[in-house]
């Protein structure tokens, strides 16, 4: 079986590429054979080559990142190839592209460095017409993949598709040998994940300096580990990494806090295993609040439970549901009281970070790449059965 894959991929910096390089020597080690298509400089995909579509069975495209090449695509490849099986992977439902894949002529280049809010209330003014296309492109897939039964529901109902066309398949992670946590008496926190506006690290921030006040001789210390230049859809807030040591030292915990920057993938394991526990305290944003409810997960997330290391996340997104197996637990979102509850509940029991740690092991070997593949490999077979 021949599948084409429509993603970005490394060296992009963002999650759905990291997440796509993964997928993709997965899917090879599984038996299938993946092509990437040709691409223009401007990173839109030639779906109009004969000697490519016609050798491929499959095509899969990963869609977020309010990224629109790839949504592009699969309405073109619906039209000129209609023999193809069409599958994506939406890791941000319940929505496909978030805003129009096609902007006014002559900004298409611009509005990435458009200063916010202007990006987003575009994005809404052109709202209605987009969802009409998503739902459009939804009716024509064969298939759609989303990471949660959360998002998956949530996909079914936005785009007003059969529950039968969406299939709930988790984020994939490779399986290390255990360690257990830390044993040296310092609580050791790790936020790991691209550094950027909307992911609640002031909450963390203010968190920590709650902490410091409520507890001023505990011994602990967060790692603001990851991607410090990730790939923004809706551009940047200016030099947000100086932003967030300003912050830190105005609220007096710039000791608490070691930044490891643009960790390599070979120091990650290592990265994770050296802490106790991750915090995820991402915030669901209010602008994009107004086009829908994203309702993915977290890469992040899936190297904690690689790595065998529990989770603090907010209930943002569908963190519920995925810190709902044992391996953590969740704080209502932008409020950093709670968020420090529960630090200061882990302090005074840290057995709470080894119960975690091997739920989210048990967790992690379930998710195995091979075993993600595989229900991959399998669905894809299916399609093609049903195309033939």
């Not at 900004?107 to 987003?120: G, T």
């Not at 977290?298 to 439970?305: E, I, Q, R």
Request: charged share 20%; net charge neutral.
């Amino acid at each position: 079986m021949k599948v084409a894959l429509l993603s970005p991929l490394p060296p992009l910096q963002n999650g759905i590429a990291d997440y796509a390089q993964a997928w993709m020597e997965a899917l090879c080690g599984a038996g299938v054979q993946v092509l990437v298509p040709p691409q223009g400089a401007d990173g839109s995909w030639d779906t109009g080559s004969p000697e490519f579509w016609q050798d491929v069975d499959v095509v899969h495209a990963q869609l977020g990142g309010g990224r629109s090449p790839e949504f592009l695509a699969l309405e073109q490849l619906r039209e000129r190839w209609p023999r193809l099986g069409l599958t994506a992977t939406v890791h941000d439902p319940e929505r496909l592209v978030w805003r129009s894949p096609d902007p006014p002529q002559g900004l298409a280049h611009r509005i990435a460095s458009w200063p916010r809010p202007l990006p987003q209330l575009l994005a809404l003014a052109q709202d209605r017409s987009t969802l009409a296309r998503e739902r459009r492109l939804a009716a024509g897939l064969d298939a759609m993949v989303a990471l949660t039964a959360t998002g998956a529901a949530c996909l079914v109902e936005r785009m007003r598709i059969s529950p039968g066309q969406v299939h709930c398949i988790a984020h994939g992670n490779p399986v290390f040998a255990s360690a257990q946590p830390p044993a040296d008496g310092v609580l050791k926190l790790l936020y790991f994940g691209f550094i950027y506006p909307g992911k609640g690290i002031e909450d963390l921030f203010d968190a920590v300096s709650l902490v410091c006040r409520q507890r001023p001789q505990a011994s602990f210390v967060l790692t603001m580990a990851g991607g410090s230049s990730p790939e923004l859809a809706f551009g940047s807030r200016g030099n947000y990494l100086s932003q967030l040591r300003e912050l830190a030292g105005g609220l007096g915990i710039a000791d608490r806090i070691e930044w490891r920057l643009d960790l390599p993938a070979s120091g990650i394991l290592d990265c994770v295993q050296s802490h106790h526990v991750m915090v995820l305290p991402y915030r669901d944003s209010r602008k994009l609040a107004l086009l829908g409810r994203m309702r993915g997960t977290s890469g992040a997330l899936s190297w904690a439970n690689a790595s065998g290391r529990g989770v603090i996340a907010s209930d943002a997104r569908a963190f519920a549901e995925e810190v709902s197996y044992g391996n953590g637990v969740v704080f209502a979102q932008g409020q950093s009281h709670a968020l420090a509850e529960r630090i200061v509940a882990l302090l005074d029991d840290p057995s709470q970070a080894t119960d975690w740690s091997a739920a989210a092991m048990a967790l992690g070997t379930q998710r195995r790449w091979p075993a993600i593949a595989e229900k991959f490999a399998a669905l894809f077979a299916s399609v093609l059965e049903r195309k033939r």
